[in-house]
């Protein structure tokens, strides 16, 4: 079974302090992506990686930056943290299959971490 | 940008009903069509899948029915439990990145 495991289920941080969330995978997927989950918003992609020491922005990058230094590891890293921050992200991985003639992109998902900033 | 809009936004059935979840999507690029479930305290994992050139897939109690010319596709739950409990996603995918319906609350009633 693909695990995806993130370093903490809760988190309560100040505003204004450095906040790192971590995300590791171990089934050798190339793909790793960052998520906020917000009520009523769904999820919204922040970050993704295609490969070591590559990242592209998501839909809502403002606020953040990512760190891949290695395959199974994906850091999302809130530089200076601010109220409005405030929510459950998830991190997922994943592997592009061909299924059926169509490139597919299944990601698996960790439980999430539930960051709230004072 | 509001590329996929799904409804309703929440949803009560009674044990043995049939729930029906619809997405609406703007972008004819999208190329695979998949509901994602999501129950409490976990992530979302995937549920059930569709390719374009199929207008439905059924696998069990859970079909996807797929209209091209409409740009839409819907989530059937036939004879809804009460495990079926959850939140539902769709998420259509363009060049590997999903992109995130607002999501269903489901709740079946025993």
């Known amino acids: 079974d693909v695990k995806v495991t993130q370093s903490s289920r809760y988190l309560v941080k100040r505003t204004g302090e450095k906040v790192f969330l971590e995300c590791v995978q171990d089934?050798?997927?190339?793909?790793m992506f960052w998520y906020r989950q917000d009520p009523g918003l769904g999820l919204r992609l922040i970050y993704f990686?295609?490969?070591?020491?590559?990242?592209e922005k998501g839909d809502i990058p403002e606020g953040y930056s990512v760190s891949r230094e290695k395959k199974e590891r994906f850091s999302l890293i809130l530089e200076s943290a601010s109220t409005n921050q405030t929510s459950m992200y998830l991190c997922?991985?994943?592997?592009?299959?061909?299924?059926?003639?169509?490139?597919?992109?299944?990601?698996?998902f960790g439980p999430g971490t539930r960051l709230t900033v004072l | 940008q509001q590329q996929v809009k799904q409804s309703p936004q929440s949803l009560i059935v009674q044990k043995g009903g049939i729930s029906i979840i619809n997405c609406a999507y703007e972008?004819?690029?999208?190329?695979?069509f998949p509901w994602y479930q999501q129950f409490p305290g976990k992530g979302p994992a995937l549920l059930i899948a569709?390719?374009?050139?199929?207008s439905e897939k059924k696998e069990g109690r859970f079909t996807i029915s797929f209209n091209k010319s409409a740009k839409q596709f819907s989530l059937h739950i036939m004879d809804s439990q009460p495990g079926d409990s959850a939140t539902y996603f769709c998420?259509?995918?363009?060049?590997?990145?999903?992109?995130f319906g607002t999501g269903t609350r489901l709740q079946v009633f025993p």
């Open positions: 997922a991985s994943s592997s592009t299959l061909v299924w059926a003639g169509v490139l597919t992109n299944e990601q698996f």
């Open positions: 972008n004819t690029a999208f190329d695979y």
């Open positions: 998420a259509p995918e363009n060049t590997d990145k999903l992109i």
């Open positions: 089934m050798d997927h190339e793909n």
């Open positions: 569709i390719r374009p050139d199929v």
């Open positions: 990686s295609y490969d070591v020491k590559m990242k």
